[in-house]
């Protein structure tokens, strides 16, 4: 029977014609199947009042990131005359003609989702109220701000034949005004509406806030309905908002560099200068103001949104953030690393590996662990990778003050992470003003692996400390992420560690290593060799199982795989949070493959690779999904957990509730469209996150 099988199998295989479009969804149209899913939290009535309004002011962040990066890129495609296709066989103008379509429908649903916030805020006490809607006591005060405090800062600008069309920022939210003078003649104006000042303004003092009945009105209106002061003896005709969005990905000759630094920055202050992708307006501005913008943008019907409410959601989050516990979820305190009596941090590595999953375990033995070797007299040297640290970094701080006590401090800072490069350019001059060696990146590839490697002198012995994590080194990000970090010190771990860093730091054509898999050098040929072996198993009749959790799955070499792997009777869960290109269940392909995406209270941004191998079960955690950038264009860190224990716990407690999820998960479906898990009558409802928060607070 089982040979029978396995005939059909390969039969089966034979047939598949691999580089079949049909099998491949377009990875911008998974990216918006994901903003879709970002949206549904919105709607979704179980979530608490603000954390709805929070997911659709994210909605819009990742929509303006998604015009700024994706569409411009398909928009620089299409100038240059490129019509190359990818798996999916769609070119870049057919892209961006259907993101378009989607985009348009996500819009639409999201503003019907924002009106039914507003009433259901109205009845919490928080009202957003358009400004011919404020009583006289709320008109005054929002008057008398704006003479205050908005008026000096206001620019008008005029657009005639003397003064030439004034630069629109990107993501500036702006006035159009058509002024009358004396004379009868009509003149235009643009106004930008100052980021610098409350998008909403609250109808009353700071102190009132909290827990008291609020009132907002949008500032644009405010300023809409006091334009005669910036217009003296001028009749205002009329005024509508504009919102545009430019191409931020900005391009780095990195051949063409003698200072990568320099570059960068330069990269970074043209950026505001980068061509239109995206103007949005309201419907009721009149063709005549339409077109001025439209020429002088130098945009297309194409590149025009009009949108039936305030033009960028991104503002909401300051409702988000207001201070009302009983619409928000609930707090909690992480839990820490169980020292034994008299143990420091080193001594607790030494005894065992130890691992935390974020935010559910705190960050702060992390930054103890940078803390204690920065002040340890026995700490030789402390070598480090930052991507993305933010602007409050307790992590910098740390290396500082090891700069400081004596110590060999390195740190490979990328600065190419994009819309973080201000900031860790600001880090890296730093750190470089107190001597610690700073290196940049390595030409052609983003530094995206997260290690940190400490050197100590024990007796007569030097031992190497690691730390490895699937995610950044920011305190911020670590209370609102998912992610995974291991101490350890095993020998042959420490090892590659510092060959890791000779080859970020120096020269070295290693091309192999002990433990890791590091990309670009190895990890695709040995993460394709450990799903060859899970093959040969499931085709000898032995278990065999992949479980793979990640943030985007868009690897065309790696699906091909995984269709191989489902034909071979490998079972594969796929837990992909963002863009999955793969289609599962296609008979004959990928039957025996599931995916689902789990969007909730905290960002899932872990990965962890799991292997049945038979019964001897492997897990890798990583810093890399499975996309051509992250194992050709990126250097990544994929490293295996040797406790048992910790093996048995991943599989057992953190997969399993991942896969057991019925409350935020939804499934995947071969036309790339998702559904959401359902709860069936009389099962237990499993909210995978919050299964996680209970067992560290002794719940589950």
Same mark, same amino acid.
């Given at each position: ?132 809607? /404020? &009583?006289?006591?709320?008109? %005054?005060?929002?008057? $008398?701000? *704006?003479?205050?405090? @908005?008026?000096?800062?206001?620019? #008008? ?42 998008q909403l303004l609250p109808l009353q003092k700071a102190a009132k806030l909290n827990g008291r009945p609020v009132s907002f009105v949008w500032l644009e209106q405010v300023i809409q309905a006091n ?33 990568? /630094? &320099?570059?960068?920055?330069? %990269?970074?202050?043209? $950026?505001? *200068?980068?061509?239109? @992708?995206?103007?949005?307006?309201? #419907? ?133 992470a994009r819309f973080d490069e201000e900031s860790n350019i600001g880090w890296a001059r730093a750190m470089e003003r107190e001597g610690v060696h700073v290196v940049y990146g390595l030409m052609g ?256």
């Amino acid at each position: 029977m089982a040979k029978t099988a396995r005939a059909a199998a390969a039969r089966t295989e034979k047939r598949v014609v691999f580089d079949d479009p049909a099998l491949y969804v377009n990875r911008e149209l998974s990216l918006l199947e994901f903003q879709r899913r970002v949206l549904e939290e919105a709607e979704d009535a179980a979530n608490p009042l603000l954390e709805r309004v929070k997911f659709l002011s994210i909605l819009g962040s990742n929509l303006d990131e998604f015009f700024m990066v994706r569409v411009a890129g398909l928009k620089n495609q299409v100038d240059a005359g490129i019509s190359d296709t990818g798996p999916d066989g769609m070119t870049p103008g057919q892209q961006l003609d259907a993101i378009r379509s989607r985009v348009l429908e996500l819009m639409a649903k999201a503003h019907i989702c924002r009106r039914a916030l507003f009433e259901e805020l109205a009845g919490h006490g928080i009202s957003v109220l358009d400004y011919e809607k /404020l &009583d006289d006591a709320q008109r %005054g005060y929002a008057d $008398r701000y *704006f003479l205050d405090t @908005v008026y000096p800062v206001l620019t #008008p600008l005029a657009f005639d034949p003397g003064r030439p069309f004034p630069h629109i920022s990107n993501l500036s939210l702006n006035l159009s005004v058509l002024i009358r003078d004396t004379k009868g003649d009509e003149h235009f104006a643009r106004l930008k509406v100052p980021d610098s000042l409350p998008q909403l303004l609250p109808l009353q003092k700071a102190a009132k806030l909290n827990g008291r009945p609020v009132s907002f009105v949008w500032l644009e209106q405010v300023i809409q309905a006091n334009l005669q002061h910036l217009f003296p003896g001028m009749e205002v005709v009329e005024s509508h908002p504009f919102h545009v969005t430019r191409d931020a990905d900005t391009a780095i000759q990195e051949l063409e560099a003698g200072d990568l /630094l &320099d570059m960068v920055e330069e %990269g970074v202050r043209n $950026r505001r *200068f980068g061509a239109v @992708v995206r103007l949005k307006v309201n #419907p009721a501005m009149p063709e005549s103001l339409l077109e001025i913008l439209r020429e002088n943008l130098e945009i297309e019907d194409s590149d025009i949104y009009r949108v039936d409410g305030p033009l960028a959601m991104v503002r909401l989050r300051a409702i988000g953030g207001l201070d009302r516990p009983a619409l928000k979820e609930a707090p909690f305190v992480p839990a820490g690393l169980t020292a034994g009596e008299d143990e420091d941090i080193f001594a607790m590595i030494r005894r065992s590996d130890q691992m935390l999953h974020h935010p559910f375990d705190s960050f702060q033995p992390v930054l103890d662990f940078l803390r204690a070797a920065a002040r340890d007299p026995n700490v030789l040297a402390i070598k480090m990778t930052l991507y993305r640290v933010g602007k409050n970094a307790p992590v910098v701080e740390a290396l500082l003050d090891a700069m400081e006590n004596g110590k060999q401090v390195a740190v490979l800072v990328e600065l190419k992470a994009r819309f973080d490069e201000e900031s860790n350019i600001g880090w890296a001059r730093a750190m470089e003003r107190e001597g610690v060696h700073v290196v940049y990146g390595l030409m052609g590839l983003k530094i995206h692996a997260k290690v940190a490697l400490v050197v100590r002198r024990e007796g007569d012995v030097i031992r190497r400390y690691v730390h490895l994590s699937t995610g950044n080194y920011n305190a911020v990000t670590a209370h609102l992420y998912t992610d995974m970090g291991m101490f350890t010190c095993d020998p042959e771990i420490g090892a590659d560690a510092s060959d890791l860093f000779n080859y970020l730091t120096g020269y070295s054509a290693k091309s192999d290593y002990r433990k890791l898999l590091v990309a670009p050098i190895n990890l695709r040929k040995r993460l394709e060799g450990l799903i060859q072996r899970e093959m040969q198993h499931a085709k000898e009749g032995r278990e065999a199982r992949l479980i793979f959790k990640m943030n985007a799955l868009g690897d065309a070499k790696f699906i091909r795989l995984l269709y191989e792997a489902s034909q071979a009777g490998v079972k594969i869960d796929l837990i992909v949070r963002g863009i999955c290109c793969l289609r599962p269940g296609i008979a004959g392909v990928s039957e025996n493959i599931t995916v689902r995406s789990i969007v909730g209270r905290f960002l899932e941004h872990t990965r962890i690779f799991y292997f049945a191998n038979a019964g001897e079960e492997e897990v890798y955690l990583a810093s890399s999904d499975l996309m051509p950038r992250n194992i050709n264009r990126r250097v990544e860190a994929i490293f295996p957990v040797t406790k048992g224990t910790f093996v048995r716990q991943l599989r057992e407690k953190v997969l399993a509730a991942y896969l057991a999820d019925n409350v935020k998960a939804r499934l995947m479906q071969p036309d790339g469209s998702y559904r959401r898990a359902v709860c069936a009558k009389g099962e237990k409802a499993v909210n995978s996150q919050q299964v996680l928060l209970d067992r560290k607070k002794g719940k589950g």
